[in-house]
């Protein structure tokens, strides 16, 4: 295993269309983990999972953004109507849970809203 | 959220120590503090972590204050490898999630 994988790289839509982002993370990990990140700034939390269980969506995830995780192994994140301010990069990690020694990032997801 | 402030920028020459502050005043008694650090393009990767003690590892060392209001990540031998962004992040306990600040971009200059 050699890490988390996002797919795909990178995502150029126009506006108003729906895109999906997968997230493989590190098979033994339970704990799984979306954030977004705009230029020049630290990532945000979006959500997190815990196995299949949703534990936290933050106030940034609104109605148009929506995470699964089903079985508890690899994620997505949908984004439905694309607006121009969610292009971002998009980033998963995992981790094996609290106090663990921290998180695994993937390169993250480039989304484009033109 | 408890929150953390970095400078914006610093410069390394290779070989030497870099010392990255970090401010975080208002945190709690259960969250950790966390190094992460970022180059370009890149998602973050994991340094270091600690609550109260300080700790080493064989990327970095991290100083916590006694009053945990402030922290400092020490690479003992800058390469210029380690030019990037490096992050002070706080993670609650409770809730598991990291809070990233703008972070300081390190630049190692030879």
């Known amino acids: 295993d050699t890490g988390v994988s996002q797919d795909p790289r990178h995502k150029i839509t126009k506006r108003g269309q729906n895109v999906t982002f997968r997230c493989d993370p590190i098979?033994?990990?339970?704990?799984l983990y979306w954030y977004r990140q705009t230029l020049g700034q630290g990532p945000e939390f979006l959500t997190y999972?815990?196995?299949?269980?949703?534990?936290?969506k933050s106030r940034l995830l609104s109605d148009r953004f929506s995470a699964e995780r089903p079985k508890g192994s690899f994620s997505t994140l949908e984004i439905q109507r694309t607006e121009q301010g969610d292009s971002a990069m998009y980033l998963c990690?995992?981790?094996?849970?609290?106090?663990?020694?921290?998180?695994?990032f993937g390169s993250g997801t480039r989304l484009t809203v033109v | 959220d408890a929150k953390t402030t970095q400078p914006p920028s610093m410069d390394c020459a290779e070989g030497r120590a870099a010392n990255l502050p970090c401010n975080h005043s208002t945190i709690s008694g259960n969250e950790y503090v966390y190094w992460y650090r970022q180059i370009h393009s890149q998602g973050p990767q994991y340094i270091i972590h600690g609550l109260k003690n300080n700790e080493t590892n064989e990327m970095a060392s991290l100083i916590i204050t006694e009053d945990r209001k402030s922290s400092t990540l020490i690479l003992p031998h800058a390469t210029l490898r380690d030019t990037a962004v490096y992050y002070c992040?706080?993670?609650?306990?409770?809730?598991?999630?990291?809070?990233f600040g703008t972070g300081t971009r390190l630049q190692v200059f030879p």
């Open positions: 990690a995992s981790s094996l849970g609290q106090g663990a020694s921290g998180y695994t």
């Open positions: 992040t706080l993670r609650s306990y409770n809730t598991d999630k990291l809070i």
């Open positions: 999972f815990q196995n299949e269980a949703q534990l936290e």
């Open positions: 098979s033994e990990h339970n704990r």
